[in-house]
């Protein structure tokens, strides 16, 4: 009894009709004749009832078809479950990504070509319990507790176009820009919630006039001359010069740090730490090196 017989008859059994079983399995109708006739040959029972050109399944048929439905079902997904097994078999670093997610994904692309048996899951939930791995970003003046460790700092420029008064500015007091209009993410982005709290550090509180949960909407904004905005020195590309200029701030401070949480039992995990020690070098040699 050979598998290719147990599939024709399935085939033959699902069309009660061998010609239309052939063409679905792609295999001339002779063939599939023959598969039947040999496997009922082998069984010594009938399977099918035959009258001129008709056929149907008999309760011999019946009953071999049930039992082998669930069978060649589990044999066409043991292949992906084979994989499947084997990948449960690889680590897995469960990363919550709050903040620079290109420049993690980047970094995330660049360690797989080394690495291709760590798998990555990415999330991006102000909360997820299942993490094992948080970047995210905190004020320059925070301080840190023991499980975070910064991977880098950046400043905010503010982003204005290229044609505006402010451009030729070498620095700006934010509380001078009170009568510009502002271009900014939504306030349930992180990068939006570090620079309210930057403003509200001086009672300064900007004339949003756009908002957008797309940073590429709000880089698009700005460089249209539709208003100023923030803009981070690494996470975001620097922009078209023709179209805007970053004009440093000096008045408050505007910085942040991207920080990696590692709860004490990832400590424990020689994957995870030896994604952070090369995230950390990678970081070194391509974003602050590189800028």
Request: hydrophobic share 40%.
């Amino acid at each position: 009894m050979e598998l290719f017989q147990l599939k024709y008859f399935l085939t033959v059994a699902q069309f009660e009709h061998v010609t239309k079983a052939a063409e679905s399995l792609h295999v001339a109708q002779p063939a599939v004749s023959q598969a039947i006739r040999h496997l009922e040959e082998e069984l010594d029972v009938s399977l099918f009832d035959r009258e001129n050109h008709h056929i149907a399944l008999n309760s011999n048929g019946k009953y071999l078809q049930n039992r082998l439905l669930p069978i060649m079902s589990a044999l066409d997904s043991l292949p992906e479950d084979l994989k499947e097994a084997s990948l449960q078999n690889h680590p897995v670093i469960h990363m919550n990504l709050r903040s620079a997610s290109a420049i993690i994904t980047n970094c995330i692309i660049a360690y797989r070509a080394i690495h291709p048996e760590i798998r990555f899951k990415l999330s991006q939930k102000p909360e997820d319990p299942t993490a094992d791995y948080f970047i995210s970003a905190v004020r320059c003046d925070t301080e840190l507790l023991p499980s975070q460790h910064v991977l880098f700092e950046e400043d905010f420029y503010l982003a204005v176009p290229a044609g505006s008064k402010l451009a030729s500015h070498p620095s700006v007091k934010l509380e001078k820009t009170a009568n510009e209009s502002y271009v900014s993410l939504e306030s349930n982005r992180p990068l939006r919630t570090i620079c309210d709290l930057i403003c509200q550090s001086i009672s300064f509180t900007p004339n949003i006039v756009y908002e957008s949960d797309n940073p590429e909407t709000v880089r698009d904004l700005i460089a249209a001359g539709l208003g100023v905005g923030f803009w981070p020195q690494y996470c975001w590309k620097k922009p078209d010069p023709t179209q805007v200029a970053l004009v440093p701030i000096d008045n408050p401070s505007c910085c942040r740090k991207v920080v990696a949480s590692i709860p004490k039992a990832s400590t424990q995990n020689p994957a995870i730490m030896e994604f952070h020690t090369y995230l950390t070098d990678w970081i070194n040699k391509n974003l602050i090196s590189g800028n």
